[in-house]
């Protein structure tokens, strides 16, 4: 087989034990090296590694599938939060006392600007969700424990979220105190929703 | 070899590869520029102007369609056409079907740059185009390949080298995978809807997307890399028997590897493992032509200092070692669950695009310049330049990237002490990362003005090429029939061990694939074989098993109004930014609500899963929030999300919904089957759809929303926002008022 080109320089550092394979296309040219001992080697170990896990994950019954991985999960979760809904005894009078402790309120406050403005304006006069400063209640008749449950469960079918998921307890129980101060202060917004309860009850 | 036949003189068709690598480096300037632009409007989001055409989610795949078809594939083309005639000693088959490929392509690649801002899409990854378009694909992509199988037929080289089995791959597989993932229902000449629904759209989309990783982005370069490396090193090929089985193994592995895309989805599990196990397996095959570059190089290293050329080819090899060893990392299920919907997923592909394709393309550009304009390259230094500002440009880009992505996946399963998400509003996990987007915006500008020298030099080298080209003619005799032997397995007579031991000897020596080498059909048939059984071992029990897809009496098809709502979605490209597949795991179901389950897509033509939350998952965002939330943040995105990204959609409260258009749709998924009762299909789709809108429309001004939008973009889109993720929170149908259920199902709202 005549070389049309050139032949390839000789490799200097000699490492090539491998003959030249006889093959030259457009003049190039291949050695006939065997494969590396380590990719070899690693080659197989993921073949075996791969039946390995195929069997035990869908074939033997032990591995966990992630239904039931997830499952696991939520019962921990589940158990933490029903732990932590022992510790709290959220009453009427509790809420109504946070709502001369300025530090509750204005922290409550805070937390108002940042989850609930958008929807409710920044100063509770309705946007998006209905107007908080008007002596009108679509669920509840406006006591604490009415803006407490709200805020905590929710009301899924009106898009408000339930804020127990994310706000922690005290988080939770100043931004109720400080909606609380905003009954009846009557600022121009959203037209009035729900039924009327005046504050005398 | 037979002297006794007579020579035959021949020229070689540079033309066509000048036509190619000048549109490689001006497609490569459009799709890094396009890229550098989405990177820049993810930061500013002013920046789109409130105009549909410069938003992100549709110029997102105008710039993975410029990048992955204009530019690799035109590098591709012009690689095989400069390659194949020289490794075959033959001109191409026709010069005609030469013109054809080239001009059809580039018409391909600028019906995309139209149709794509326009919001025409089919809304799958990297098969966005519609269905004229494909029809275009696949008529060229034919072409191409009566092109490229003629000039094996009419070959003066009795072997096929390592190249062009690379090539074979993947003039091959590109097409069974076009054509399979995009057959549809046309319904209309810019509309259609894919034959397949839910989790078997999803699944034929990554058997897609990825092997379009593996046979656009991976084999034509590995035989680009087989062919420019050994070139421009001078150096033999390291491992001929490497390059046996890492081709082989290639070929057969990485067609099972898709469904690494859809772990924790609602894609049956056992895929899911496929698609892990796969590419574990992958792993060492595809650092076979890592091998085999780089050690091709021993005994060259001293000239890599001295040739930007030589300096292109080794950091694109090496970035594909790098890209081919993360792949398996993040197919691994429990390192996915942290990485998907993440910009991690972003730094891989723009290691592998801008530092394996980008790199490897400039090489062989660099190279090939002075031979196809026959003058010296215009400027070595310049190609230095680019070389290093390039790699800084990847490095500055991935670093970031990789940051923003790891940031972002903790910030979304990270729980406080009480069990509670540390991070429950999404816009949080975002704003955190804006910085990293800026270095990307740094590290992008880097690598585009690379890619301008890279023009800039070409242009030049162009300017003093010869008055005319030289065109030498080479001279080679024709192939006679073979005369050569075969090896074969010289077996003693002995017992029948023996016998079977040295069979296993001839096998592992591969001197059997030399004879392949000479069998071009043989060795196609294999490759086609190879590729096709491993797609059917996943697809058919993806589709034909029907415990994958358990049903979920309650899920119904959309509304005609949603129907027109989700088109929308579609056209606007929304699956770029958000996902619609809550995973099972406990930060997402907290974040997001229960679980996706394969049941509820049964209706989805295309399904909407998304690979990237740049914004919030949707599946569940059905009433959370009321109408009004929903138009005034599609009017502007920080009135109710302070931080967002999303660009303003003014224009959906302005346009007017084309109702008559709803009536053609509903026809289309009527024929995939889709059950839509007889009032619909009786041509009342347009009067239900009516009725919808308008409902909807009262609902928002209830809401303390404006009048009139009833016959708005916006309606539909509210609809279909607020029916996402509902179905399977109603009651059974045996619970429920038939009246009721023969109505439309407005969800949310007041």
Known sequence: MAHTEEPQSSDPSGEHEAPLGDHVYDGIQEYDNPLPRWWTAIFWATFVFSIGYFFHYHLSGNGQSVAQGYAVDRRAADETRAREALTQNVTEELLASLLTNSAAVDKGKETFIGKCAVCHGQKGEGLIGPNLTDAHFIHGSGKMMDLYDVTSNGVDAKGMPAWSKQLGPEELRSVVAFVGTLRHTNLPGKAPEGAEHPPSQ | MPMSARAEKFTYDDAIVRKFAFATIIWGLVATLAGLWVALIMVVPALSFGQPWLTFGRLRPLHTNAAIFAFAGNAVFAAVYYSTQRLLKTRMFSDGLSKFHFWGWQAIIVAAAITLPLGITQSKEYAELEWPIDIAIAVVWVAFAINFFGAIAKRRERHLYVAIWFYIATVITVAILHIFNNLVVPAGLFKSYPIYAGVQDAFMQWWYGHNAVA???????????????????????????????????????????????????????????LGMLFSVMLWMPSWGGMINGLLTLRGAWNRVSQDPVLKFFVVGITFYGMATFEGPLL????????????????????????????????????????????????????????????????????VAIYAAGVTQGLMWRAFDETGRLAYPDFVETVVRIIPMYWVRVFGGSLFVAGVVLCLVNLLMTWKHRPKTYEEPVHEAPPLGAYAGTDPKPTVPAHPTMVSFAYQLRYFIDAAWHRVWERRPLKLSVWVAVSVVVASLFEI?????????????????????????????????????????????????????????????????????????????????????????????????????????????????????????????????????????????????????????????ATELQQQGGPAGLESKQIIALIAYLQRLGTDIKRAPPAERNPELTAQSQPAGGQ
């Not at chain 2, 034509?220 to 081709?247: D, E, Q, T």
């Not at chain 2, 310049?369 to 330049?385: C, H, M, R, V, Y």
């Not at chain 2, 009433?623 to 999300?641: E, I, N, V």
């Not at chain 2, 619909?680 to 347009?686: D, H, I, P, R, S």
Request: some cysteine; proline content about 7%; glycine content about 8%.
């Open chain 2, 331 to 398: 197919s691994i299920k429990s390192v996915n669950a942290l990485s998907h919907y993440t910009d991690w997923t972003i730094a891989h592909v723009h290691s592998g695009a801008l530092g394996w394709n980008g790199f490897m393309t400039f090489g062989m550009l660099y190279w090939l310049a002075p031979k196809l304009f026959q003058t010296q390259l215009w400027s070595k230094k310049l190609a230095e330049i680019h070389f290093w500002i390039g790699t800084l440009g990847i490095l500055f880009y991935i």
């Open chain 2, 215 to 273: 046979f656009f982005l991976t084999t034509p370069f590995l035989g680009l890399m087989y062919y420019f490396l050994p070139k421009a090193a001078g150096r033999p090929v390291f491992s001929y028997r490497l390059s046996i089985l890492h081709f082989w193994s290639l070929v057969f592995l990485y067609i099972w590897a898709g469904p690494h895309h859809l772990h924790y989805t609602a894609l049956p599990e056992w895929a899911s493992t």
């Open chain 2, 540 to 696: 058919i029990p993806t589709f034909l098993i029907r415990s994958n897809v358990p049903t979920i009496s309650t899920v119904e098809p959309y509304t005609p109004l949603e129907l027109a709502g989700r088109d929308i979605y579609v056209a606007e490209g929304c699956y770029n930014c958000h996902s619609q597949m809550v995973r099972p795991i406990r930060s997402e179901t907290e974040r997001y609500g229960e679980y996706s389950k394969p049941g509820e897509f049964v209706y989805d033509h295309p399904f909407q899963w998304g690979s990237r939350r740049i914004g919030p998952d949707l599946h569940r965002v059905g009433g959370k929030y009321p109408h009004l939330w929903h138009l005034r943040h599609m009017d502007d995105p920080a009135s109710t999300t302070q931080g967002s990204l999303m660009p303003p959609y003014p224009w959906l409260a302005q346009t007017e919904l084309d109702f008559a258009s709803i009536q053609p749709r509903v026809d289309a998924m009527a024929m995939l089957g889709v059950p839509y009762g007889k009032d619909v299909l009786a041509g009342q789709a347009e009067q239900t759809a009516r009725a919808q809108a308008s409902q909807i």
